[in-house]
Structures are given as structure tokens and as C-alpha cells.
């Protein structure tokens, strides 16, 4: 595909939608993986353990010492400074992904915001969720980095059914045409060409050509002469 269509296309969704989407459709493997994100682990699974207990009790004895507040919050934000975009990735159930790109310190409000701008179906109670194990976000007012979504993350979409009407159909599509018709759009970087300093290339040139050799000429025929400490 004309990388100029695709930047085109993007550059239009991305002023349209007020910030940068992609939508490709997810494989096979990630199918499978979505299909099993209802399958719950029991509870043994999540018990906390002698192991557990003493795997941690290590880790804390790293710390020789404890960290005021002040340091911490100073550790959190030079490590907030230093990322600069969160991408977030949407899976719906018919293999489809929505890439979306964020601040770090936007809320998760804002995704469910993009999400009713490019859902086919916008007046259906939805949720979003993590998995596994599969748990649902509430704290729309939580910021990605708080989160725990940076630098990216995975989420998944789902109607909520129990608050809709049943006879509304939600096996999709679920975002809108234009919106599909990104599906498979690249952006291919352009490859630039270092540009030359003429003036350091004519200097460096002058610098390494090698000196001019001079010619050297034959020295005189010099008169023998004889010296007056020699007696023939």
C-alpha cells in the first residue's frame, strides 16, 4: 500500500479523533488468549505461601534503609519525567485491535472517551478489563502511569449486557467504518541521508592531501681543489 495513502489516512484519523489510532487484526495466538481471559484460576492459585513469605522478606532486607516520603515521591517523579507517551491497545472479540496513544498523565477517562467516539455502537453500556485473571476497571480517574499502563498495556472491551437490552445485537462490528478502514495502515519511516558539511569535507580533503614534493636538483659541480697539506 502507497505509504503516502497511509500517512494521509492516519494524519486524518489522528486530527479527526485528536490523537494517534491504528487498528490491526489480531492473530491466532492472540484469539486463543482472548477466548481464555473468562477462564477463572481457583483460589488456590492466589495463596499466599511460606515461599512467597520468604522470597519477599529478602527482597526487603535489600533496603538498608528506609526511604522518606520526600525521596520517594522525587524517585517517582524523575521516573514520570522520563516517559513521555503511553500505548494502549483495545481488543474487541472480533479479532480486531485499537492502538491509541496517550500522555502518561491523561486518565483512563479519556480512553473510554476515544472509545465512544469510534464504537459503531456508542449508546451501549460497555466496561473495559484486564486479564488475566480477568478484572474489571472502575477508577476512571486514575492515570495511566498510576495504573501501571506505561509505557503501553493491554485491555479488553466488553458490552455490558446486564445493564442493556438483550435484544440489541453486540457480536459487532463494533467500531465504525472509518475507523476500519485504518486496519493494516504503516507508517513506514523515511530514510534520511546524513548531510555532508561541504566546508568540513573540503577541509578534511585539504588536510589529508599530501604535501608537494619538491624537486630536488643535483648539486653543482664543485673545482676540485688541493689541499696545501698534501705533498705529491
Known sequence: MDSQFAKEKLAAAKQQYGREI????????????????????????????AEDYYRILATKKEDKFLKTRKIREAEEAARRSKITKAVIRVRFRDNHTLEATFHPSETIQSLIDLLKQVLSQPDLPFYIYTAPPKKQIKDMSQDFFSAGFVPGAIVYFAYDQSKGDGDVDTSGPYL???????????????????????ATTTGSVTATAPAPVQERKPAADKKMVKPKWLKM
Open 176 to 198: 465504525k467504518e472509518d475507523v476500519m478502514s485504518l486496519k493494516g495502515l504503516e507508517l513506514i519511516p523515511e530514510q534520511v541521508k546524513p548531510e555532508v558539511d561541504q
Open 22 to 49: 491504528r487498528l490491526f487484526e489480531t492473530t491466532t495466538s492472540s484469539q486463543t488468549s482472548n477466548e481464555a481471559v473468562d477462564y477463572e484460576e481457583p483460589d488456590e492459585f492466589f495463596e499466599f505461601t
